[in-house]
């Protein structure tokens, strides 16, 4: 698991850059069209999560300890349900709450396989 965490923190932290881009166009799309849509502001908060997380991954990847599998548990899984509850317009807020939703699910394989090696 070490090695997916690795890959995952590294690629989430990428992933960031074009969620912030994506949610900022897909904000001036709301506020251009004058909506009452939310869905920009949801992606950067998405965004910021998911570099906390994809943070978080890669400074925890090498320990036996459950707390960093708990905070990503945390931070992807709330990115995962902002994500999938408020992408309104911004459909590709899927996709990326999606890709939480994967890291969150990892991230408690991890922990129960770190439980079962103990």
Do not use: P
Not at 5 to 18: A, C, D, E, N, Q
Not at 77 to 97: E, P, Q, R, T
Request: net charge positive; proline share 0%; aromatic share 8%.
């Amino acid at each position: 698991m070490k090695t997916w965490k690795l890959v995952s923190g590294i690629l989430s932290m990428i992933l960031f850059v074009l969620v912030a881009f994506q949610s900022c166009a897909a904000g001036m799309a709301n506020a251009l069209e004058d909506n009452g849509g939310t869905s920009g502001s949801i992606g950067i908060f998405v965004g910021i999560l998911m570099l906390a997380g994809g943070i978080v991954s890669v400074a925890t990847r090498k320990s036996q300890k459950n707390g960093g599998n708990i905070a990503l548990i945390i931070l992807f899984g709330l990115a995962a349900l902002m994500g999938f509850a408020g992408h309104g317009n911004y459909s590709d807020l899927v996709i990326w709450a999606f890709w939480c939703l994967i890291n969150a699910v990892l991230a408690v394989v991890a922990m129960v396989k770190a439980k079962d090696n103990a």
